[in-house]
Structure formats: C-alpha cells, structure tokens
C-alpha cells in the first residue's frame, strides 16, 4: 500500500472531509511519533503497539570474500512491538 492509498483509507475510515485533512492527520501522527522517539520517549496505543528506541552497541564484522573489516558505531534504533489486539486481528482470530 503506497501513502496516496493510506491517506484515501484513513479519509473513509476517520470520516474526513478531504484527502488533504486526512493526509495532514497521517503526516501529524508520524511527525509526532518522530518527535517522541527522538526524545528518547516511548510512545504507547493499547492495543496498537509501542513504539520506542533502543541502545545499539558498537559492533565490527567482515566483509564477505574479502579480508576486510569494519566497525559499525554505537547508535539509538526506533522499535516497534506490536499489541495483542493487532496481533490477534492480523492472525484472523
């Protein structure tokens, strides 16, 4: 599903007027989840899912065929575990 088609299902299933009101409530959303995530806070929908970021260790590795290596740096990666209503919804039961 592409972001043209997401915003025409959020405008019939939130009931907007246009596709632009419902693409402006698409982009707030990811714009504020964003915002949280880089704040380092943990944003929480019951039943959605949470969103957060988590500590990534430094960590080196080798490229395949060659004898080089490399060293890839510590860093903070967003997170996302999923609810049990979703979960349960996306399974069919």
Do not use: W
């Not at 405008?11 to 964003?34: L, Y």
């Not at 944003?43 to 959605?48: C, E, I, K, N, T």
């Amino acid at each position: 599903m592409t972001k043209a088609e997401f915003v025409e299902l959020v405008q019939k299933k939130g009931d907007f007027e246009s596709k632009a009101a419902a693409e402006r409530a698409v982009k707030a959303f990811i714009e504020a989840v964003t915002e949280a995530l880089v704040n380092k806070e943990t944003v929480s929908l019951v039943g959605f899912g949470t969103f957060s970021t988590v500590e990534v260790a430094e960590k080196s590795g080798k490229v395949p065929g060659t004898d080089k290596t490399y060293t890839k740096e510590a860093h903070t990666a967003p997170k996302f575990k999923i609810g049990k209503t979703l979960k349960d919804a996306v399974a069919g039961n």
